[in-house]
């Protein structure tokens, strides 16, 4: 494209989601390190693999002694 910088720091400006593909080895993970790096911001780096979910990623919340709304417990 040649205007990957500009659209990315657009994104980043505006609160925008930005979805980078492509197969291996083309530079995705290094364009994101550059662009943290040029952006001033910190970068977290999780490995991941084709069985990750995104409760993986965001954690799970268990309560304990709650019960299932709407139900009377019979």
Do not use: Q, W
Request: charged share 25%.
């Amino acid at each position: 494209m040649g205007k990957e910088v500009e659209v990315f720091t657009h994104c980043y400006e505006n609160k925008l989601a930005v979805l980078l593909k492509g197969p291996t080895g083309t530079g995705k993970t290094r364009f994101v390190e550059h662009m943290a790096h040029r952006l001033g911001v910190p970068l977290i780096t999780v490995a991941c693999h084709e069985e990750t979910s995104a409760i993986d990623l965001t954690g799970r919340y268990i309560l304990k002694g709650a019960r299932p709304s709407g139900r009377t417990g019979r």
